[in-house]
């Protein structure tokens, strides 16, 4: 039982680990992947926010800043949100049980929408004082 | 007749996820240079401590998605041992969320 103690290390989570059997490493794999694309889109996020803001693109500056604002707050939530979903699907993927409903997908459709959005607005009222 | 590389996975997936790693690393490094870009008017010269220490984080990265892929690799062909569990994830959701963080704050 201890005769290979030297490669027994717990993992990390043991929430995860704990339960269920090994998964076909391929799909921890790309449960991997799809977990550092979320914290890829995270930093993209925070990018634009912070360029928004720094280049002083020509928008209403509330609107501007509005939008900034909850690009940065998304980007800044994303890796814990990526984080949580990796932990669910990979437990999923143990216990063979279909994978949990995606929640960050909606939370990306929102985000985006609403910046877009803002910064649409913002860039017509610029257009239309100027 | 030369030898075929052999590959654990015809989909490449050891291959295509160290790529990601590899990808998550160059985001981090275009993130320290727009940074650098905010920081630089308030700081000058003092700009570049930060900025470099971001760098290095994104050039970690890309180093340890290579060890990981290292390590699936080993594990997947030798049948033996586990693939790498979830602390370094762990480590880039803590630095990539402060990284958020201290960008917000230096902007808004």
């Keep these: 039982m201890s005769s290979h103690s030297d490669r027994v290390r717990p993992r990390f989570p043991a929430a995860v680990y704990n339960q269920g059997a090994e998964p076909d490493p391929r799909f921890t794999l790309?449960?991997?992947?799809?977990?550092?694309?979320?914290?890829?889109?995270?930093?993209?996020?925070?990018?634009?926010?912070?360029?928004?803001?720094?280049?002083?693109?020509?928008?209403?500056?509330?609107?501007?800043?509005?939008?900034a604002g909850l690009l940065m707050l998304a980007g800044t939530v994303c890796p814990t949100l990526a984080w949580?979903?990796?932990?669910?699907?990979?437990?999923?993927?143990?216990?063979?049980?279909?994978?949990p409903s995606a929640v960050m997908t909606p939370f990306l459709v929102v985000t985006l929408t609403l910046a877009g959005a803002l910064l649409l607005v913002g860039s017509i009222v610029t257009a239309g004082a100027g | 007749m030369t030898q075929e590389p052999v590959v654990w996975d015809a989909g490449l997936q050891p291959e295509r996820t160290a790529l990601a790693w590899?990808?998550?690393?160059?985001?981090?490094?275009?993130?320290?240079l727009i940074l650098t870009k905010v920081i630089w008017p308030v700081l000058g010269a003092f700009a570049l401590l930060p900025t470099s220490t971001v760098?290095?984080?994104?050039?970690?990265?890309?180093?340890?998605?290579?060890?990981?892929?290292?390590?699936?690799?080993?594990?997947?062909?030798?049948?033996?041992?586990?693939?790498?569990?979830?602390r370094l994830p762990v480590l880039v959701v803590v630095t990539t969320t402060l990284i958020a963080l201290s960008g917000a704050l230096l902007t808004l």
Excluded: K
């Excluded at chain 1, 993209?44 to 609107?63: D, H, K, Y």
């Design chain 1, 30 to 67: 790309a449960n991997e992947r799809t977990f550092l694309a979320w914290i890829t889109a995270g930093l993209a996020l925070i990018s634009v926010g912070v360029g928004l803001q720094a280049l002083a693109i020509t928008i209403q500056p509330t609107f501007r800043l509005v939008a």
């Design chain 1, 84 to 99: 949580r979903s990796w932990m669910r699907v990979e437990t999923a993927l143990r216990a063979s049980r279909p994978l």
């Design chain 2, 22 to 32: 590899h990808r998550l690393g160059l985001a981090i490094a275009a993130l320290a």
């Design chain 2, 55 to 86: 760098l290095i984080l994104a050039i970690s990265v890309a180093v340890l998605g290579r060890r990981r892929y290292a390590h699936h690799n080993h594990a997947l062909r030798t049948g033996r041992g586990h693939l790498p569990d979830g």
